[in-house]
């Protein structure tokens, strides 16, 4: 797995393979950013714990093909969860990459093994992030959603125990709208 020279800069980190792939673009007071616009944003991202462990034991190199290949299913996961109900396009992009892979399932000395396979490589990444949404919708799709501040991008995996999440962070939106309700109910006064 490569290792990155600098961390990772996203503001939220650690969702499923998936999310953590749609939260690779984000906005903050200095502007729109894209940690894949670069193969040394594609390194960052395939070092952060969550790919890694997703990835564990494959080989994958941080090269223009598996960019390629990350960025067609990050826009087919993009689609996805941004309209409701999906169209059949953005069904058909995300199958399109589903295409590229499949689980075997093996009996080894320790017992039952399940292995993916891809066509190439390249494809490790984007077809297990694809094969994650699919885990998600399947285990509970309705807490997969979107940040609830308007001017966010971020979206996430509600893992709370009532389900009532609303913010890709209290730290940063959930504050910053407790803030806004506060000067609000204040009459606009410091």
Same mark, same amino acid.
């Given at each position: 797995?490569?290792?990155?020279?600098?961390?990772?800069?996203?503001?939220?980190?650690?969702?499923?393979?998936?999310?953590?792939?749609?939260?690779?673009?984000?906005?903050?007071?200095?502007?729109?950013?894209?940690?894949?616009?670069?193969?040394?944003?594609?390194?960052?991202?395939?070092?952060? +714990?969550?790919? %890694? &462990? =997703?990835?564990?034991?494959? @080989?994958?190199?941080? *090269?223009? !093909?598996?960019?390629?290949?990350?960025?067609?299913?990050?826009?087919?996961?993009?689609?996805?969860?941004?309209?409701?109900?999906?169209?059949?396009?953005?069904?058909?992009?995300?199958?399109?990459?589903?295409?590229?892979?499949?689980?075997?399932?093996?009996?080894?000395?320790?017992?039952?093994?399940?292995?993916?396979?891809?066509?190439?490589?390249?494809?490790? +990444?984007?077809? %297990? &992030? =694809?094969?994650?949404?699919? @885990?998600?919708?399947? *285990?509970? !799709?309705?807490?997969?959603?979107?940040?609830?501040?308007?001017?966010?991008?971020?979206?996430?995996?509600?893992?709370?125990?009532?389900?009532?999440?609303?913010?890709?962070?209290?730290?940063?939106?959930?504050?910053?709208?407790?803030?806004?309700?506060?000067?609000?109910?204040?009459?606009?006064?410091?």
């Amino acid at each position: 797995m490569p290792h990155p020279d600098k961390a990772d800069p996203r503001p939220l980190t650690g969702e499923p393979l998936a999310v953590d792939l749609l939260n690779t673009r984000w906005i903050d007071d200095a502007g729109k950013h894209d940690l894949l616009d670069s193969p040394d944003g594609l390194t960052t991202w395939l070092a952060s +714990p969550t790919v %890694a &462990a =997703a990835l564990e034991g494959c @080989r994958v190199a941080a *090269d223009g !093909p598996t960019l390629e290949n990350l960025l067609r299913a990050r826009a087919a996961l993009d689609a996805l969860v941004d309209t409701a109900p999906p169209s059949d396009r953005a069904r058909n992009a995300l199958n399109e990459v589903l295409a590229h892979g499949r689980l075997r399932r093996t009996l080894g000395p320790d017992g039952p093994r399940t292995v993916t396979e891809v066509d190439d490589p390249s494809w490790t +990444p984007a077809w %297990a &992030a =694809a094969a994650d949404y699919l @885990r998600l919708l399947e *285990d509970r !799709p309705e807490r997969l959603r979107p940040c609830a501040n308007p001017a966010c991008v971020l979206h996430f995996y509600d893992v709370s125990k009532n389900g009532t999440r609303r913010w890709c962070s209290m730290a940063g939106c959930g504050n910053r709208a407790k803030a806004s309700r506060h000067y609000a109910r204040r009459g606009g006064t410091g």
